[in-house]
């Protein structure tokens, strides 16, 4: 063998090396967290800010509490690119029976893994994404979808126009423009049924992946249809792309309302000035005056505030990752109240934790998050826990919060989920579990 | 391209749009559309015509190097992101707009050079399909460098191009058509740049020693020209047109990871107009813009949505059934 022959070798197995030793450190005794991210690819924009977010707040419970009641907390991460193959590789790649959950962090990755994680019993928290249906707790035991779902989201943007409508929404006409995957069409059934209950007009302009073209959608909108409003269910260029062609046909923002995907920095920024005005849900407050985030400056990044601004801390989608960890981190400590204080649990005890998890305002408040939610109350029926969401506004500068909260109304959508899960239970041969 | 063939498209074009305008409102009078009205049409082939001009800009990258070496460039639309992620990243360190195009042309032409150097010398006598492998390879370490080098943040690139929506013909349309200030001023530079290309290629030594390889690699060689130089020049101007894309579509949808993919945008244009055709890049475009808009606009709904994408290569097909090798490619004669 000639040197150069030697040298590459060695260089190969050095990297084996390096990547075989790397699992240990997520194998040292503690609670473990597999996170699915996506860095790379079309959508790391968004990706990068919610990983961020995860992986702080582990760092601030590890560092401010020293775990969960004593339980380090240790996670290893793998990239999934927002792709649903990669996604599944990589759920494969880093279960264990330890895992406390995945967090799919896209709804097809979440429909391609339902059967998967049911199986091996780990709990998918899918938090305002993923299959609405799985909802219900009886046919989806291992997906919770706390704290509000799509349907929730459909109902609380048509409750927000009614109400800037005066009450009323009949012969108004509403659009819906939509990512054309499993996603985007998630909401269309609850509009469907929306607009016959309102009197409202509802048209669809779905957009293909990954929504650069949209000139031929906002002609329509902007020159045919001419929507009293216009819904958006985007993620990542999509609503940035939204955004600027809205603006180019002169349509008036403040009248285009995203859901919580289509609401972050990412999406409102590169379409600068024409932006302002633009609405979005959200289910958790933007900004950095929070208590937790406060803490997160002073224990992860050593006080240093813009090191952290660095990381987009207070922006919206970091700010989403915090609480979605959050909610993660108290299932696992309501967990270690069922099933022992200070131990390592199993997924499926994890999942009892996330059956019984109760966030009120006092809980929420002790979690230095008061008046960054509001509370949540998970049962075995109910894997919704009744959230509530806002509108907020683009300024130019930064999010701001427009409206109050608004309760979905449940009633209906339960009964959908119910009907929804039933049907995919049958298909699916699944018995649906007594929930006393 | 001749008077003869100027004259035949004049005539023939609006004609075409004028027939796609009554069959459209056929459909709508069956019921099988939605609806059809000429200002809205008008509307959306203008539209479309100015989105076509933004396909061009990519697909003339893609024509350069296939005349020049016979390569399909798999990694035109991540030179596109590149320049423009540069040219965003030297403004973000205060350079002045245009110092930052300069600097980024020439940082163009140092990767033009550094994939001579690396990746096509060693090729040379490859077969095509190996050096488009190599085209592939390119675009995932441009995308990949980009990135590392640039962060994968949504970044925006604005050189003060007005996008207001302006209303055009208002004293022939009630209300007048609309149109995007912007797009205007991109299909301005587009016809900017194949004016400077065309000179360049017609009119400058280099030029044609470029027709002169583009034509017979073998001959070009054998009369002196130097093809590793002929190459790194064209690399370097497909950098230079992909740094005008970028800028263009940057500008308009912001620089991302994403702009790559717009390289998919031109490969309809380019099997439409022809890999080896400069105007067949440019009316290739045209054709797809304003066809897809069309199609999108008054049909798509009629068939659930979203079809502008696949049926802008539907589009190239139907083309390709009639001429082969594209509008204005050139004619492959092969004696056996």
Known sequence: MRFKSLCVAAAGAALLATAAVQPAAAQEEGQYIPLLVYKSGPYAPNGIPIATGWEDYLKLINERDGGVNGVKLVWEECDTGYNNDRGVECYERLKRPTAAGVQPLSTGITYALIDRATQDKIPLFTSGYGRTSAAYGPVFPYVFSAPLTYWSGADVIVQYIKEQEGGSLDGKKIALVYHDSAYGKEPIPTLERLAEEEGFELFLFPVAHPGLEQKATWLQIGRQVRPDYVAMWGWGVMNSTAVKEAAAVGFPMDRFIGIWWSGSEPDVVPAGADANGYKALSFHAPGEDYPVLQDVVEHVYGGDVEAARENAWGQVLYNRGIFLMAMQVEAIRRAQEIHGEGQVLTGEQIRDGWESLELTEDDLAALGMAGFTKPVKITCEDHEGGGQAFVQQWDGESWNIVSDWYMPNREPLKAAYREDALAYAAEKGITPRECN | ?336
Request: charged residues 10%; neutral net charge.
């Open chain 2, 1 to 336: 391209m001749n008077l003869r063939t100027i004259a035949i498209w004049a005539v023939s074009v609006p004609l075409v749009i004028a027939a796609l305008g009554f069959f459209h409102q056929a459909l709508a009078a069956a019921g099988w559309i939605a609806f059809f009205t000429w200002p809205f049409y008008f509307e959306v082939i203008l539209n479309g015509l100015l989105q076509g001009v933004m396909y061009s800009l990519v697909a003339l990258g893609f024509v350069l190097i296939f005349k020049a070496s016979g390569i399909f460039n798999f990694a035109q639309g991540s030179l596109v992101l590149f320049a423009a992620l540069t040219m965003v990243g030297l403004i973000e360190m205060g350079l002045p707009w245009p110092l930052a195009f300069v600097a980024t042309a020439v940082v163009m032409v140092g990767v033009a050079i550094a994939v001579e150097r690396v990746v096509l010398r060693p090729l040379v006598n490859q077969p095509h399909i190996i050096l488009f492998m190599a085209t592939i390879g390119i675009f995932y370490f441009m995308d990949g460098f980009g990135q590392t080098l640039w962060g994968s943040d949504v970044k925006v690139l604005d050189i003060g191009i007005p996008k207001d929506p302006i209303f055009i013909l208002g004293g022939v349309f009630e209300g007048g058509l609309l149109v995007q200030s912007f797009d205007v001023i991109a299909a301005l530079c587009g016809a900017l740049l194949v004016a400077v290309l065309a000179v360049f290629f017609q009119y400058t030594r280099i030029g044609r020693a470029l027709r002169a390889v583009a034509d017979d690699h073998q001959a070009a060689l054998s009369v002196g020209i130097p093809l590793k130089t002929i190459w790194a020049i064209v690399w370097s101007v497909a950098g230079i047109v992909a740094l005008v894309a970028g800028i263009m579509w940057g500008g308009k949808l912001g620089v991302q990871f994403t702009l790559a993919l717009i390289a998919l945008k031109a490969l309809p244009v380019l099997i439409l107009g022809g890999f080896t055709s400069i105007p067949g890049a440019i009316i290739g475009g045209l054709i797809i813009g304003a066809g897809e808009q069309v199609a999108e606009n008054f049909v798509g709904a009629a068939i659930g949505g979203a079809i502008q994408d696949w049926f802008a290569y539907m589009l190239a097909m139907v083309f390709l059934l009639f001429r082969p090798q594209g509008l204005f490619g050139e004619k492959i004669i092969e004696r056996v």
